[in-house]
């Protein structure tokens, strides 16, 4: 059995006091909300946290509300609750879709929202108890000097393997995040970078408090997303979109990868071939085709990676084959 190591776990009851004690941890420290990825992580010894701040406690993070006419997330709000709140499944059913996607009842009844936008990267060479690891010599993720995937790069290339996160972007979503020093607003995108240890531009005492979702005019999203598993399987190809329209003619387009490097991937030719056209068969077709080029999947997770990316093409146009009828 794997048990986890020792820490002092702490549970405030306030956003102000979450972000002292976070601070005053330091490098040491550590935010947990449903713990459903921190935890096992903890367990492999991936991290080992001396101080856990723990947010569960926090109403002020748990509330969903309208706020100026667009729908605010609190990043505590369990993913059953998201899953099943009426206004998001109303107006933002794609995002919906995405999180009844993830994992399962139980696991959603315990997992945030903002846990999922700030998962650990994934790797079959990471994702192992420490034994395992040791017995490679670890790799450069955590203890060890070399990437076993592609042992000639200067960076890891763990995946950004959470299914909140293309849809997230593809809407145009925005994330707050606050700290000591006050609170900052910033894309769902620019959340992220392509490098498989250092994955989020958030610093480690900031908390993500809301997600923005913009108002729900003229625009419609979709998820799609390749696994092993109907029942319960992380995503290791998965497609956000979503496409604004005048009457047929699709104006902007935003397409978003996940599950092929260690950040989203933007399809902006992709994108291009859409706008101005109307989202018919040819040019989902073509959308489609211009997507194979930025997908570049490593062989680091399920099937192989040139399956993995050939099916990039297939998962795009589904995923603006579901978006066909009519902005809503
Ligand atoms: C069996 C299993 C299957 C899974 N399947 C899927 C799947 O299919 N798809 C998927 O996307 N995920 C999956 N997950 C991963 C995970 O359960 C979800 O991503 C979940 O949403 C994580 O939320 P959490 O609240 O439990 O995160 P936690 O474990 O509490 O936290 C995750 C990370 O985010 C940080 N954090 C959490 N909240 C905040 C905050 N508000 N501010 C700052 N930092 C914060 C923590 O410090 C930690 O680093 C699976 C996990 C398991 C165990
Ligand atoms: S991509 Fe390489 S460095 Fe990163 S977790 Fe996998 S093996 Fe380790």
Redesign the pocket.
């Known amino acids: 059995m794997m048990r986890l190591p020792r820490f002092r776990y702490f549970a405030p009851r306030s956003i102000a006091d979450a972000l002292a004690i976070r601070s005053d941890a330091g490098p040491d420290g ?12 903890m367990k492999r010894r991936q ?1 080992t946290p001396k101080a856990v701040v723990g ?1 569960s406690r926090i109403a002020e ?1 748990a509330t969903l509300e309208e706020r100026g006419g667009q729908l605010t997330l609190g ?2 709000a369990l ?1 059953s609750t998201v899953e099943n709140d009426l206004r998001v499944r109303r107006d933002y059913a794609g995002l919906a879709h995405a999180v009844a ?4 009842p139980p ?2 009844n ?11 990267t994934r790797c079959n060479y990471y994702d192992q108890n420490l034994e395992w690891r040791q017995a490679i010599d670890f790799c450069m993720k955590k203890d060890g000097a070399i990437c076993w995937v592609a042992p000639g790069s200067p960076k890891c290339l763990a995946v950004q ?5 293309p849809v997230l972007i593809a809407m145009g979503a925005r994330a707050v ?1 606050a700290s000591r020093e006050g609170e900052r607003e910033i894309a769902v995108e620019d959340l992220y970078r392509n490098d498989g240890i250092d994955y989020v531009t ?1 610093r480690p005492d ?4 809301r997600i923005l979702l913009p108002k729900p005019n003229g625009w419609r999203a979709s998820y799609r ?1 390749l ?1 092993r598993r109907g029942a ?4 290791v190809l998965s497609v956000g979109a979503a496409v604004w329209r005048d009457g047929p003619t699709v104006t902007a387009a935003r397409l978003v990868l996940g599950g092929v490097a260690s950040a989203p991937i933007r399809l902006s030719a992709s994108e291009a071939t859409l706008t101005g056209r109307a989202l018919d068969a040819a040019a989902i077709a073509d959308a489609a085709e211009a997507a194979a080029g930025p997908s570049r999947p490593m062989d680091n997770t399920d099937f192989s990676f040139l399956w993995r990316k050939e099916m990039t093409t297939r998962y795009l146009a589904r995923a603006l084959e579901d978006l066909r009828s009519p902005a809503g």
């Not at 550590?30 to 992580?41: K, Q, S």
């Not at 319960?232 to 995503?235: I, V, Y």
Request: aromatic content about 8%.
């Open positions: 550590a935010y947990v909300a449903g713990g459903t990825d921190l935890y096992p992580n991290q947010l993070l990043a505590g993913l996607e993830i994992s399962t696991l959603r315990m997992g945030t929202l903002g846990g999922n936008l700030l998962l650990d393997s959470a299914d909140t996160v995040l958030k900031e908390l993500l408090t997303k696994r319960f399987d992380f995503p």
